[in-house]
């Protein structure tokens, strides 16, 4: 089959579409963004899907990821304000958002924000102390973050995160704060234990208080009755009543005796020498008796003697 020139020339041009078409026909993936660059200079960026060039002219500049990305902070060395040497590593996540700024602003941008989020953490972590240091990670994280992303704004890119991972004391530290945490513990528990007798000796103070009132209550209720008694039997010997006298001094001796003899630690219930005393007193509460019935025996007498004799017949 034998062509002319005018087929020649018709698959040549075919031949130069299907390769304009080519150079000028972009696909992007997506999460990604890609520079154009028309000899040398950026012109504009491609977003995800089918975009267009101009062929043999523009070209594709820097192809950037823009989903959020995770870069590892690896460790270092920190001297603490307080002088104390601790070993730190972490991690920071950033998202592109300018892939123009992100792409031209500065070199190597894993490598800037690496260095800027260690410088930072250097600074930031240095003007703490270590028990600072230890305690507040999310005040540090925090100030990191805002620290890092407003250094690195102008690169067009947003950090979302920056974590800090391990800080590694040295092991003559750790030691050191572990007997500091031991002594502390025991302190407290020194100072609940104190706490703990101090309100039961004032609970214990307290009840003594009580039943001291209420023993001095009581006693003056006792001595109240006794001065009562005591009071009716002055009052009766007064009177010229000695019976009276002895009734008391007879019940006092016999209270005294059933005490003695209701102990429990004895055996053999010893009389004292007075108790001639309390057999007399009793002799008088007999005697009390007696007295009792013979004046009532003679006040009978006279009424019978103050009577008129009754004269039977036969008699006179």
Not at 51 to 64: C, E, Q, S, T
Not at 291 to 315: D, K
């Amino acid at each position: 089959m034998d062509f002319s020139g005018f087929d020649i020339a018709i698959l040549v041009l075919v031949a130069l579409v299907v390769l304009i078409l080519f150079k000028g026909i972009r696909t992007i993936p997506q999460g990604y963004n890609y520079t154009v660059e028309r000899f040398g200079r950026y012109t504009k960026t491609l977003t995800p899907g089918l975009n267009l060039i101009v062929p043999f002219v523009d070209r594709i500049g820097a192809k950037m990821n823009m989903m959020e990305q995770v870069l590892d902070v690896p460790s270092q060395e920190i001297i603490t304000r307080d002088n104390a040497i601790v070993g730190v590593d972490g991690i920071a996540f950033f998202q592109i958002l300018n892939a123009a700024q992100a792409a031209y602003q500065v070199a190597g941008l894993q490598n800037a924000i690496l260095n800027l989020t260690m410088t930072n953490i250097r600074t930031v972590m240095g003007s703490m102390d270590l028990d600072e240091l230890l305690s507040n990670r999310d005040a540090i994280n925090e100030r990191l973050l805002r620290v890092v992303d407003e250094a690195a704004h102008p690169w067009g890119i947003k950090i979302t995160r920056v974590e800090i991972k391990d800080i590694n004391p040295p092991a003559n530290l750790i030691e050191s704060m572990g007997r500091q945490m031991t002594a502390e513990r025991n302190k407290r528990a020194q100072i609940l234990a104190a706490e703990g007798l101090k309100q039961s000796q004032i609970l214990e103070a307290e009840g003594r208080k009580e039943a001291a009132f209420r023993d001095a209550e009581a006693r003056e209720r006792s001595a109240e009755a006794e001065a009562r008694a005591t009071q009716v039997v002055s009052e009766a010997i007064s009177k010229g009543d000695v019976q009276a006298l002895n009734y008391f001094v007879a019940l006092k001796y016999t209270e005294a005796l059933g005490r003695i003899g209701t102990a429990t630690n004895s055996k053999i219930v010893l009389m004292p020498f007075e108790a001639t005393s309390l057999i007399g007193s009793l002799g008088g509460i007999g005697e009390i008796a007696k007295e009792v019935f013979r004046s009532e025996g003679t006040t009978g007498s006279q009424r019978q003697a103050a009577r008129p004799p009754i004269v039977r017949p036969g008699e006179n």
